[in-house]
């Protein structure tokens, strides 16, 4: 979801709250084999029926990725776009954009979820976006994943897997970087430190990282000269981690994660209504500064116990969240003074405040079987209880920035809520022979909200009214697989997921409640390696029927939450890889989705057979990336991959304030020599043609809802970078 989204998404809540398994080991290429844990057991990333990408942490690195839109593109089906930093971004797998501000695709860390599960936390347009120095991998699975992972995952989930400590070998890694960004204000730099320390060998072991990242900025406004270069912003991570196993059965780990980032602004361009970019193609039309701040506190605790027929692990999660973001709404409130005050006040500037926060308890136990026999079974039950915040204040000021009376503050609006969800669930294989066997799962959840809205202000009456709401929810999963031979393995997916509704805004002529929105995905897909991984195959078909959508529906005048319609995603994805010799792998991903309304659904202006927002139709991506050595100790490598997304849709296909953002196509590069497997001389390039293509394009909309601007996300302009690391 994109900044003009963000502003809709602001008025709509304004205006609603007036009354009237056990290891977790890191992903290895060993003996050609790829482990991923997408099933809760570890396994060979070829032998699980889920379509599923596979993103390595060093390649992450190699090629100078610092955010999940700097890889998305490489990864099929996958679709991600930001308003300005990282952190403020929408997800969508499979073309299953949220049509509300809630998340359709789920955000694992290790082994829980983070983000919100609730409405109005908007965990669809705000996702973690962690730096990539700790982490293992990530995992990407496409299509509903609500058996093994619960609510919010119908499009299907992101797993950050993180490295674990090493109780057998004291490392350190550590590293500098710098880089530059056509158009920006100086030098970026980074700079990142990750220890291991075995304490006890075989059985204790503690790691510590910490990374700081600078990114300059390069967007100006042309309403304030003081603004320039506006979208610089910081990252800072730190991570601490305990594995202890004081028995070959027994393991106890215990983490924390530490993250912030604090941007000055956001890196978005506007145009006038035919598309024409403002100031010099890189400006924005704020008056005033659009910071953007968050914070998360991460703790995990997860204990194993082997016994022998199964293994007990238990997973304890706290996380806290805290974002801070300030939009210039000029051009959707200030507007409209002369309106408010019968041409008493002329047009001026509203600064919208929005401040979320999440505290978040999670509880996962489970019992699994031992992997490798016939059956192999998987029990668990799960519990969460989350508590957010929502507060919103839109000031009025004039033009020279004093504020007004009798309209400052123009609305202030909370919406705090909480969410508790209990669920039991199972997962098993049964192996009928050699060749075939089959998968299944079912899940029961039930999950009972509250919430309060509260709001006073010039425009908004003053209001403090509770809502609740309760819904039992069930998902199903069954795969049927064929192996061709052990190499190869044809499989089908049948799968459920569901999004949680909530209490809805009280109004009259409102339901008090929203209900969940479903997904059913039927799926045929293809994984295989032949010539002794000469070449490597995985691709999938599938259809995905979208029912009850959660949609944003107007009520004589009031908007509030409702569901309605139904729509459907359907095509093709898939990857392929092809070793021609020792060191050389020459890739290619792609994707094609049609995803549209299957029905008409008059409260987003949609119709059937519109096209949903934020999906491109084709998507894809070649590679190709050689590892060589260079005699006396040193190895280099070069990589090359160009990216391409189609045009995308910022609304469903019919609506008056639909934008359509320009296709783009990135050409990245990167390189490195390494010394003795001790030192690293890194390169890289991304965008390195400079492509103006754009991640998103919006029509921001006054208070009327008249078409004002357009607000853009533009691809990132050329970035090229240095590093140096340092391991041992």
């Not at 290429?29 to 889920?50: F, H, L, M, S, Y």
């Not at 970087?177 to 075989?202: H, R, S, T």
């Not at 116990?305 to 706290?318: E, K």
């Not at 070449?535 to 009850?548: C, E, G, P």
Request: hydrophobic share 40%; net charge negative; aromatic share 10%.
């Amino acid at each position: 979801m994109n900044k003009g989204l963000y502003i809709a998404a602001s008025m709509a809540a304004m205006i609603t709250a007036m009354p009237a398994q056990a290891q977790e080991p890191g992903a290895v290429e060993a003996a050609g084999e790829i482990v991923v844990t997408a099933q809760k057991r570890v396994q060979n990333v070829q032998d699980v029926p889920i379509s599923i990408a596979v993103v390595n942490g060093e390649e992450l690195q190699q090629q100078g990725s610092a955010s999940l839109v700097d890889y998305a593109g490489y990864v099929p089906g996958m679709n991600v776009s930001n308003s300005g930093t990282p952190g403020q971004t929408t997800i969508t797998l499979r073309g299953v954009a949220p049509l509300n501000a809630s998340q359709t695709v789920g955000i694992y860390l290790d082994d829980a979820p983070v983000g919100s599960s609730a409405i109005y936390n908007r965990a669809g347009a705000f996702t973690i976006d962690l730096m990539p120095y700790d982490l293992e991998r990530i995992e990407v699975l496409k299509g509903p994943q609500g058996t093994l992972y619960g609510a919010s995952s119908i499009g299907g989930l992101v797993k950050y897997v993180t490295v674990q400590p090493n109780t057998n070998a004291f490392s350190v890694k550590a590293g500098v970087e710098g880089f530059a960004i056509k158009g920006g204000d100086g030098l970026g730099w980074g700079a990142q430190v990750m220890v291991n320390v075995p304490i006890m060998q075989d059985k204790l072991a503690v790691s510590g990282s910490f990374a700081w990242r600078s990114t300059s900025g390069w967007v100006d406004t042309v309403n304030n000269a003081a603004l320039k270069d506006q979208n610089d912003y910081e990252q800072r991570g730190g991570r601490a981690a305990l594995l202890w196993t004081p028995t070959p059965e027994f393991s106890v780990k215990l983490a924390g994660i530490w993250q912030s980032l604090d941007s000055e602004g956001n890196a978005l361009y506007a145009a006038d209504l035919t598309g024409v970019r403002l100031g010099d193609g890189r400006s924005f039309n704020n008056f005033v500064p659009e910071s953007f701040n968050v914070d998360l506190d991460y703790y995990s605790a997860t204990l194993d116990y082997d016994f022998g027929a199964a293994t007990l692990t238990s997973a304890t999660t706290y996380s806290k969240t805290q974002s801070a973001q300030v939009q210039d709404a000029s051009y959707a409130f200030g507007v409209l003074f002369p309106l408010l005050t019968g041409g008493a006040v002329p047009p001026g500037i509203t600064p919208f405040l929005l401040d979320l926060g999440l505290k978040k308890w999670t509880q996962e136990v489970r019992l699994a079987s031992p992997s490798g026999g016939r059956f192999e079974w998987l029990i668990g039950g799960f519990f969460t209880d989350e508590t957010t915040s929502n507060s919103q204040l839109v000031r009025s000021f004039d033009m020279a920035g004093n504020p007004i009376p009798g309209l400052d503050p123009l609305a202030i609006v909370g919406l705090p809520a909480t969410y508790k969800e209990y669920a039991i669930f199972g997962n098993g294989t049964f192996k009928l022979s050699d060749q075939f066997e089959i998968t299944g799962g079912l899940r029961w959840a039930r999950n009972k909200q509250t919430f309060r809205q509260i709001s006073s202000g010039a425009i908004v009456p003053q209001a403090d009214d509770p809502g609740e709401s309760a819904e039992s929810v069930f998902t199903y999963s069954i795969s049927p697989q064929f192996h061709i031979n052990e190499d190869a393995m044809l499989y089908a997916r049948l799968a459920t997921g569901y999004r949680p509704g909530g209490p809805n805004v009280i109004v009259p002529n409102v339901p008090p409640t929203v209900d969940a929105d479903r997904m059913k995905n039927y799926e045929i897909g293809l994984k295989a390696d032949f010539a002794d991984r000469l070449v490597s195959v995985d691709v999938a078909i599938f259809l995905m029927d979208w029912t009850d959508i959660q949609v944003v529906r107007s009520f004589g005048g009031v908007s509030g939450g409702a569901n309605g319609g139904k729509a459907r995603s359907k095509g093709i994805e898939g990857s392929f890889a092809l070793r021609p010799t020792p060191g050389l792998t020459i890739s290619a991903t792609g994707s094609y989705t049609d995803a549209v309304l299957s029905e008409d659904v008059p409260d987003i202006s949609g119709v059937d057979g519109d096209r949903l927002p934020a999906v491109p139709k084709f998507s894809g991506a070649l590679r190709a990336d050689y590892e060589f050595d260079l005699g006396s100790g040193r190895k280099g490598s070069f990589g090359a991959g160009i990216r391409h997304a189609s045009n995308r849709l910022s609304l469903v296909e019919s609506d008056p304030l639909v934008a359509t953002a320009n296709p783009y196509t990135s050409v990245d590069l990167n390189a490195s020599i390494s010394f003795n497997d001790h030192w690293t001389l890194r390169a890289y390039a991304r965008n390195l043609l400079d492509n103006r293509g754009e991640m998103a394009r919006s029509t921001f909309a006054n208070g009327l809802n008249q078409p004002s601007f357009l607000g853009i996300s533009p691809l990132q302009p050329r970035t090229v970078g240095v590093a140096l690391d340092l391991a041992f």
